[in-house]
């Protein structure tokens, strides 16, 4: 979920979930976070992703579209791959988690 709409969806304004994730600069990080003009740093977007018990994901916040969760089929050998999540080739990398 992005996180402008998850802040309407709960009727709380920028500076008020600033205050809540323990923002010091108040409204404007939040906002340059929804304008898409920033990207938060593992830290801010994993308090981001607790405060809203998940709903807004740390992948939510780089921006980037979903990617289809690959189906756990056999390979030309009969064996099955191993399943992985749609964000685990785009997270690992940038976020180390």
């Known amino acids: 979920m ?3 709409d998850w802040l309407i ?3 709380m304004s920028q500076g008020d979930f600033a205050k809540l994730i ?3 600069s108040g409204r404007f990080q939040v906002n340059r976070f929804i304008s898409k003009t920033r990207i938060p740093s593992r830290k801010a977007a994993l308090k981001i992703q607790e405060v809203t018990n998940g ?3 740390a992948y939510d916040l ?3 579209p979903r990617l289809p969760i690959k189906e756990n ?3 030309e050998t009969g064996q099955q791959q191993q ?3 749609h964000d685990e080739h785009v997270l690992d ?3 180390n988690l």
Do not use: A, M
């Open 62 to 64: 780089l921006f980037l």
């Open 55 to 57: 709903e807004v994901t």
């Open 93 to 95: 990398p940038y976020w």
């Open 9 to 11: 969806k709960n009727k």
């Open 83 to 85: 399943e992985k999540r």
């Open 2 to 4: 992005d996180l402008k």
């Open 22 to 24: 323990g923002f010091k």
């Open 73 to 75: 089929k056999p390979d």
